[in-house]
């Protein structure tokens, strides 16, 4: 069983810290991740820097023997804490009431990140066992990973692991497979400025953008050859995974979305603006791909004048099968701690592991419930979170003697 005072300790340390993106400034976040890791006995910790101020660290503990590689994998960085008047309390003065940890980053993912280092400490305490365990914490995950994750995978040998688990929000009760992949685009209209009332000398590009938006959106009915296994895994995960995750989650993992985030026009109600752009978010299942994706957009609005398109982001829909031992390890763990077994199934949100398992590691998401993600107020229940780092250390131990 994992030490809960130290969790308790270390993730109230990281919340006292601002690690917010932007700017992804985690120096001190990693300097105070390193001291706590330093004084686990046999763990080595490296520092890895593509860009300041980003600062990703990778600790390493081995075993007795030669064995498997397991990574977890945790980031520094949190959403901004937002509008002090959105808190009962300061978000980076972290506070236990009610039997629940307070501040930013509480499920999102300091909570996790202490979870992990919990785990360290106990292997440690215990090394009896082959192989080699690897805690990444990068400082970059909040804006796509590039200079975190994306980048260790690159450069730190370390991390090619034989299986990943991260340890994001999420639920124990719920452990994720797979994610969709994304697309962002720009849409851009040009057009012909003119006054209000004389729209005949003019041409609106506002509502030329909003034209092409609108083909875009229709890209939601665009058909999708969802793998068998997959979808059967989303419809058994429904009852458990429904009432966390929000009602109507499992259509939307089966499907396309896109969401129209963002449309900038005009300076005024009397005048024909001449230019005008909008952003959409496209999230895409496994059985289809970005390429799909975007020539099916192009194909939308390649009969519009005035109307270009970019593709900002684009990430491939990633899942690793069910039937790697990864997952019945997780769920043999958690079982007799949350008293019954977890599901498993896809996640909304993307996190990290798409980048492990766009790297060919089987992957897994398993952290604790969210309560206030993103906004005020965040926690995070410490019964369950305690929960987590026991099935971690325990599944951990699992899949070392494998």
């Not at 999420?170 to 009332?197: C, D, N, Q, Y």
């Not at 089966?254 to 026009?265: H, P, Q």
């Not at 990864?326 to 701690?337: D, I, M, S």
């Amino acid at each position: 069983m994992t030490d809960h005072d130290l969790i308790l300790r270390t993730a109230m340390a990281l919340i006292a810290i601002p690690s917010e993106t932007p700017p992804s400034d985690t120096r001190a976040m990693a300097d105070e991740a390193d001291r706590i890791l330093a004084a686990i006995p046999g763990v080595t910790v490296s520092r890895h820097v593509r860009r300041e101020p980003v600062h990703n660290l990778v600790a390493v503990l081995q075993g007795v023997r030669p064995g498997p590689r397991i990574v977890l994998s945790g980031h520094l960085d949190t959403y901004p804490a937002g509008d002090p008047a959105r808190w009962t309390t300061p978000p980076h003065a972290p506070s236990v009431r009610g039997e629940r940890l307070y501040g930013r980053g509480a499920a999102d993912m300091k909570g996790g990140i202490a979870a992990a280092i919990a785990v360290l400490s106990s292997l440690a305490a215990r090394r009896d066992w082959p192989g080699e365990v690897v805690l990444a914490l990068a400082g970059d995950e909040e804006s796509m990973g590039r200079d975190g994750t994306l980048f260790l995978l690159e450069t730190v040998p370390a991390l090619r692991g034989h299986c990943c688990i991260v340890t994001d929000a999420g639920s124990p009760a719920v452990i994720r497979f797979g994610e969709k992949g994304m697309v962002w685009l720009t849409l851009r209209a040009t057009g012909r400025a003119a006054h209000g009332a004389h729209v005949h000398r003019g041409v609106n590009a506002a509502e030329r953008v909003v034209e092409a938006a609108r083909r875009i959106l229709a890209l939601r009915d665009m058909p999708v050859a969802l793998p068998r296994w997959v979808a059967d895994a989303i419809a058994a995960a429904r009852p458990v995974s429904e009432p966390l995750g929000g009602a109507g989650e499992a259509d939307t993992l089966g499907r396309v979305t896109v969401n129209l985030g963002r449309i900038v026009s005009g300076t005024s109600p009397n005048l024909v603006p001449d230019t005008a752009e909008a952003g959409l978010d496209i999230r895409l299942p496994p059985g289809t791909t970005t390429g799909a994706v975007i020539a099916a957009a192009r194909a939308a609005i390649e009969a519009l004048p005035g109307v270009t398109m970019t593709v900002d982001v684009a990430w491939e829909p990633t899942v690793t099968p069910t039937d790697h031992p990864l997952f019945a390890a997780l769920a043999r763990a958690a079982e007799p701690l949350l008293g019954r077994r977890p599901v498993l199934n896809m996640r909304v949100g993307a996190s990290d592991a798409r980048l492990f398992r766009l790297f060919g590691i089987p992957t897994a998401v398993f952290g604790p419930t969210p309560h206030g993600m993103g906004g005020g107020d965040e926690n995070v229940e410490l019964a369950e979170l305690f929960a987590v780092a026991d099935a971690l250390e325990a599944a951990v131990r699992d899949l070392l003697a494998a």
